[in-house]
């Protein structure tokens, strides 16, 4: 399992133009908006119920 992942669109303006930020993996800066944000693997859910609604 890699915590590497390549975000498609900005979180904040969801522009396109993405590039790696600085030399750590995960982070990434927008240049439609001027914004670095990272990312990051939170977890794994839990599997999924059979016929769960919401709790
Ligand atoms: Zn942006």
């Not at 993405?18 to 914004?35: D, I, M, S, T, V």
């Amino acid at each position: 399992m890699t915590d590497r992942a390549v975000p498609f669109h900005c979180p904040y303006c969801a522009d396109e133009d993405l590039r790696p930020h600085g030399e750590k993996h995960g982070e990434w800066e927008c240049r439609a908006c001027q914004r670095a944000f990272r990312l990051s693997f939170v977890g794994q859910l839990a599997p999924h119920r059979q016929g769960g609604g919401p709790a």
